[in-house]
């Protein structure tokens, strides 16, 4: 499974979808998509990761400089899993302390809205 | 045995990955490791990738998957010689420096103005999107339930290894 990546606006907010497997073949990808979004002005990103099959130490790389690119204009990234094999590498790396992960898109627009 | 040589590139690491996950489930590992076979030989080849990318991208990375007195190893063999940092020969008890910040960055982002790098550790990346060289192999460390990292003559050999029931 090869990676699939789709982006939409949702109250305000660049929703990115991502589809497949996020690994050091794939993720360049997703970085040059996010910078993509940041250069075009989008600072308040959710990434859903619900149908992420995979995710390595590369992947969470270009998802923390997704997350310093958007924090340098005062953004945020999102992250929406529920999937516990993925959580997992959030957990052993300290990453859950960094990223906002939440259950549902919904939820993380939600909680993004009511922090301002 | 099964032993793989593959071109470094990181198309081929998913490969790798898919070799790795269905020796380690004919050798009998349980299904509820496989995440975990899959994710660290993932990290080791494309580490191996990496270091040969730089060193020698014409020599082939190498990957041996043996399953011997209940255990299922496999062991990653590049040749990319001094391309890893002293750090980068982390076991399980002499994890990263990095590692150590990124655990203890409890602290939630952008609540210390002073805190480089937006609020994030510093650990967090290397201005390319990229995590601290080692991370990698960090994640090793705590997925594969036994983990040896040694230098070799021509580079870096991760061994790692889990329970199986050979058949």
């Not at chain 1, 990103?45 to 992420?52: D, F, G, S, T």
């Not at chain 2, 399953?67 to 076991?91: I, K, M, Q, W």
């Amino acid at each position: 499974m090869d990676l699939k990546l789709d982006d939409h606006m949702k109250d305000g907010i660049r929703v990115v979808d991502v589809e497949g497997e996020i690994d050091v073949y794939t993720a360049p990808r997703l970085r040059e998509l996010l910078i993509d979004l940041v250069n075009k002005g989008d600072y308040q990103l959710v990434v859903n990761m619900e149908k992420v099959e995979f995710l390595d130490s590369t992947g969470l790389g270009v998802l923390v400089g997704g997350l310093k690119r958007v924090r340098a204009h005062d953004g945020s990234l999102d992250l929406v899993c529920r999937q516990e094999r993925i959580l997992k590498i959030f957990r052993i790396t300290g990453l859950t302390k960094v990223f906002g992960i939440h259950d549902t898109v919904e939820e993380a627009i939600k909680a993004r809205k009511s922090e301002k | 045995m099964v032993e793989l040589a593959f071109t470094p590139l990181p198309a081929h690491v998913r490969t790798a990955r898919l070799v790795a996950v269905a020796v380690a489930r004919r050798s009998g590992v349980p299904e509820s490791l496989l995440d975990e076979v899959r994710l660290a030989v993932g990290e080791a080849c494309s580490r191996a990738v990496e270091a040969h990318r730089q060193n020698c991208p014409a020599e082939p990375v190498k990957v041996e998957l043996t399953d011997s007195g209940g255990r299922f190893e496999v062991v990653v063999t590049d040749s990319g010689h001094g391309a890893a940092p002293a750090d980068d020969l982390a076991g399980p008890e002499m994890i990263p420096e990095g590692t150590a910040a990124l655990s203890q960055a409890g602290a939630v982002p952008g609540a210390s103005a002073a805190e480089a790098h937006n609020g994030l550790p510093a650990a967090l990346g290397n201005g390319h999107g990229g995590l601290e060289d080692g991370f990698g192999l960090a994640v090793i460390a705590e997925l594969a339930d036994d983990v040896r990292i040694s230098r070799t003559p021509a580079g870096i050999s991760v061994c790692m290894s889990w329970p199986s029931s050979a058949r």
